[in-house]
């Protein structure tokens, strides 16, 4: 029940987050490998973002790989969150002395992040392949012809094998497991915060709701050069064997992003990756959170 109440949690935020995440995308592979002022600026900002897709490729477009969105949602967070949830259950997390320990909660953050996004990897591929595709005039980064998630997905298999779908996996790992860790670990610790100052009614949803918001500044701040590599290295093109064109792996990102785009460029799109990654996770904590008590409670009544 832990993993399908977290997947359900997710699949709620998503459904408001996910044009947010097609601008960060766009935003992120925008003058990839370029110094700042040697390429055409398709999206000035997150604002400017939405109105260029929604003129050029239609409205339609700001909710584009909604399909493979919504199922890495469920499938990623319902490991991760479920996972977490059931640590925090057994009191895993908390030390001796009852209070709930960030070593802890950081660990069993990051390796339940680490899980999750292996399993889930194939389906992240392709919905960054997907939230990538645009019109000519406003592309930007490799662009794939792909029809759907299903298309993807036997393309994919087809052309590189089972572990094509697989490929950026390894890579992915750090960013998940550093915003995992830091997500995770500053929600619970904020919560038992609020809960002491006794400022919000005991089990309300205020609760949640305040610690999910503490949790979006940190995470936002700390996964945004792991997700411009990720971005990046999912996204790019690839050759007959399967190998990425542009980059080796993550370090290799990083190290030519900074190179050429300088050390900002690893945190090209950040305003682009907060207002995607702060309201999905105070969303979807909040869900979780609101989602496992009432089951609770229900539980208890029967």
Not at 189 to 212: H, I, M, N, T, Y
Request: with cysteine; proline share 4%.
């Amino acid at each position: 029940m832990d993993f399908l109440l977290s997947g359900v949690a997710a699949c709620g935020a998503c459904l408001f987050t996910n044009p947010l995440e097609v601008v960060k995308t766009r935003m992120q592979l925008q003058g990839e490998l370029r110094a700042p002022g040697t390429y055409t600026r398709h999206y000035r900002n997150v604002f400017h973002a939405f109105y260029t897709i929604g003129r050029v490729d239609g409205l339609a477009a700001l909710q584009r790989g909604l399909m493979p969105a919504l199922l890495y949602q469920f499938g990623f967070n319902g490991i991760r969150l479920g996972t977490y949830g059931m640590v925090e259950t057994a009191s895993y997390i908390h030390a001796s002395d009852g209070r709930v320990s960030p070593l802890r909660t950081t660990v069993a953050g990051a390796l339940a992040g680490a899980m999750a996004a292996i399993a889930s990897s194939p389906i992240y591929l392709v919905k960054t392949h997907i939230q990538a595709q645009s019109a000519a005039e406003i592309a930007v980064g490799h662009q794939y012809q792909h029809q759907g998630m299903f298309h993807a997905l036997t393309m994919i298999h087809k052309e590189h094998g089972i572990l094509g779908l697989w490929r950026g996996a390894i890579s992915s790992v750090p960013r998940v497991m550093v915003g995992s860790a830091t997500q995770l670990a500053t929600f619970s610790s904020a919560k038992e915060f609020f809960q002491r100052l006794e400022v919000f009614p005991k089990d309300s949803w205020l609760v949640a709701l305040s610690a999910g918001m503490v949790s979006s500044f940190t995470v936002a701040l700390a996964m945004s050069p792991f997700d411009v590599a990720s971005t990046r290295l999912y996204n790019q093109p690839v050759g007959p064997e399967g190998q990425g064109l542009i980059y080796k792996g993550l370090l290799d990102c990083l190290a030519k992003i900074i190179r050429s785009e300088g050390f900002l460029g690893v945190y090209k799109g950040l305003g682009a990756c907060y207002f995607r990654i702060g309201p999905h996770t105070i969303l979807s904590l909040l869900f979780w959170n609101e989602l496992r008590q009432n089951y609770a409670r229900w539980a208890q009544k029967r």
